[in-house]
């Protein structure tokens, strides 16, 4: 059965540093997002990406925070410098089509930042 | 908001026993998703249940939906040990972001 993948498992990083968190989609899904969640904290939905450009972001994907479709595999988030508060799992997830259709997730990243 | 609220927050009950929880939302929703999440883990999708249907099958699940009242049940017969697991409701916002709530943590006592 199709699945998300995200690497790394784990990311430790220093306050200050970015970091590419990754993702592989399900292969014919066209939307995708990132969601984070702070630990013993809710699932908070960060970003959605459709067609080569953002279509919805949350208050809490500010500058520091990017996201990019490299190539027709990859969906990336990018945190520009790290803070302490961003130390969370990160979801990504794919969806395949328009209507109400299930978005699946992947494992996530840990990020843990020092 | 339409925020998912799980009830209980947590409960624990014996292997073979059924486990039920509801989650209720604030505003018109077009489905509504049940995910698992083991301790530490990512989110795995159990079941859709859109607006126009009243209850779904999925295996020892069953999902019933009342749009009158807002809410929704998730019922798990006949429960395992692996099912021990937080359990959540989401509801997607105009087919984007799923808003989660807070989850049940169930406890499956062998």
């Known amino acids: 059965e199709p699945e998300v993948t995200q690497t790394p498992s784990h990311q430790v990083t220093q306050m200050g540093q970015e970091v590419i968190l990754r993702c592989v989609p399900i292969s014919n899904h066209l939307y995708f997002y990132w969601y984070r969640q702070i630990l013993g904290q809710k699932v908070e939905f960060l970003v959605s990406f459709y067609n080569n450009e953002i279509s919805e972001k949350s208050e809490i994907f500010d500058d520091q925070f990017s996201v990019e479709r490299p190539d027709g595999s990859n969906f990336t988030l990018k945190i520009r410098s790290t803070k302490l508060e961003d130390s969370a799992m990160y979801f990504c997830?794919?969806?395949?089509?328009?209507?109400?259709?299930?978005?699946?997730f992947g494992p996530g990243t840990r990020l843990t930042v020092l | 908001s339409q925020q998912g609220e799980e009830d209980p927050q947590a409960l624990s009950i014996q292997e073979g026993e059924n486990a039920t929880m509801n989650c209720s939302y604030k505003?018109?929703?077009?489905?509504l998703q049940w995910y698992r999440q083991n301790s530490g883990r990512g989110l795995v999708h159990l079941i859709l249940i859109r607006s126009n249907e009243r209850e779904k099958h999925s295996g020892r699940l069953r999902v019933t939906l009342d749009t009158s009242k807002k809410s929704s049940s998730l019922l798990i017969t006949a429960s395992r040990a692996a099912d021990t697991a937080s359990y959540f409701c989401a509801t997607p916002f105009g087919n984007e972001k799923l808003t989660f709530g807070t989850g049940t943590r169930l406890t499956i006592i062998p």
């Open positions: 505003t018109s929703i077009n489905n």
């Open positions: 997830a794919s969806r395949g089509g328009a209507g109400p259709d299930t978005q699946y």
